[in-house]
């Protein structure tokens, strides 16, 4: 099989869809492998470093796409990209489409095979390609939401862990799933007031001996949320079901009664935001203010630490490439079937459930 790997052009995403040894991995099993030239420059692979792999470098994307029968990529198409998708591709990468109607009918008119990387399953139940970045997108939020509660950014002026004396920040974690434990575990460290609300009571129990002393945890009714925000000067939004759009937990009747300065980090925002006052930032223009309140919702924090990213990325996605490259899409789908929980769009038609209805689309 040829497999593609294009520049990821969204804004400031330096991550790359195949590394220099994943590209070799491919080519050891007697694929092709060809890539933008400059795709991984964000992160310091050089054209070089995939010639030395086995890999073939091509001028632009138009190429890419134009020579190859899947592609690989990281952050869903843009415009541009779904323009040059034709049936005959299968296109692996992260989509994201409960949230975004027009790139699903984008994807639907090229007739393209589309597997998303958030949506694939496995035997634990878990969504072993959206972990890796939910656990750097749940560290990352700490580290941002302490950044903009300093008073230089606009936030309340509060030192996450507080010092001798002095009481630490409080951390409201919304979600106990892969990013609201990596979260916890970061704001853990820093020595902050944690507690992490969650609707599974089997799931609370499970944190409440991992944490042990450590973290404080809450059943996630519609008060006790109401009351986290309140006292809060850190939320956490890291709710997550898959495939479709992320509840609002936060209205925004909620947002008078925060301390002003508090910070809210939508993890979320990807599948729409957990909060209801979240609309997607860039890394150009991270924050915004509502009621005196800092809303960081970066639609690709990873991208923030694209190296480490890049890395973890592969590790869980290698293997799944080289399934659909060796078999086929069709072929590998009907083998696997977590694999085939990934297939969002094919010919022309929404295949997740919950994606169909996250935007009012016939499933098919």
């Not at 434990?181 to 409440?208: F, H, K, P, S």
């Not at 956490?236 to 925060?258: C, E, F, Q, S, Y």
């Not at 990934?342 to 929404?350: H, P």
Request: aromatic letters at 4%; glycine letters at 10%; a negative charge.
């Amino acid at each position: 099989m040829r497999i593609g790997v294009p520049k990821e052009i969204k804004n400031h995403e330096y991550r790359v869809g195949l590394t220099p040894p994943s590209a070799a991995e491919l080519v050891a099993a007697g694929h092709e492998v060809i890539v933008e030239t400059q795709a991984g420059m964000g992160i310091d692979f050089e054209d070089q470093d995939y010639v030395e792999a086995g890999a073939r470098i091509v001028p632009d994307a138009r190429a890419v796409f134009a020579e190859s029968d899947m592609i690989v990529k990281v952050k869903e198409p843009q415009a541009g990209e779904i323009a040059l998708l034709e049936p005959r591709h299968t296109l692996f990468t992260y989509l994201h489409l409960a949230a975004d109607k027009p790139q699903a009918e984008g994807l639907m008119k090229s007739g393209a095979t589309c597997i998303a990387y958030e949506t694939v399953t496995s035997d634990s139940r878990t969504l072993p390609l959206l972990k890796p970045m939910s656990e750097v997108a749940g560290r990352m939020s700490v580290q941002v939401g302490a950044h903009y509660l300093e008073k230089e950014q606009g936030g309340r002026g509060v030192l996450l862990g507080g010092v001798p004396g002095v009481a630490p920040a409080r951390v409201a974690i919304l979600g106990g799933g892969v990013a609201g434990v990596n979260a916890a575990q970061m704001a853990v460290g820093m020595r902050a007031d944690v507690t992490i609300y969650d609707i599974n009571n089997d799931r609370l129990a499970e944190l409440d001996m991992f944490f042990s002393s450590q973290i404080k945890t809450a059943y996630a009714s519609k008060a006790a949320i109401a009351a986290a925000v309140r006292n809060a000067h850190l939320v956490i939004g890291a709710v997550l079901i898959p495939g479709a759009a992320a509840p609002k937990l936060v209205t925004r009747d909620m947002l008078p009664t925060m301390k002003r300065g508090s910070v809210l980090v939508d993890i979320a925002i990807d599948q729409g935001g957990c909060f209801e006052t979240s609309h997607a930032t860039t890394h150009d223009d991270p924050v915004y203010e509502v009621d005196g309140v800092i809303h960081y919702c970066v639609a690709n924090m990873p991208g923030a630490v694209a190296r480490t990213s890049t890395f973890a990325l592969n590790n869980a996605t290698l293997p799944f490439a080289l399934r659909l490259a060796n078999l086929g899409a069709e072929k590998a789908m009907a083998a696997d079937r977590h694999l085939a929980e990934g297939l969002n769009v094919s010919g022309g038609k929404i295949r997740h459930r919950a994606v169909a209805e996250a935007l009012d689309l016939p499933f098919n």
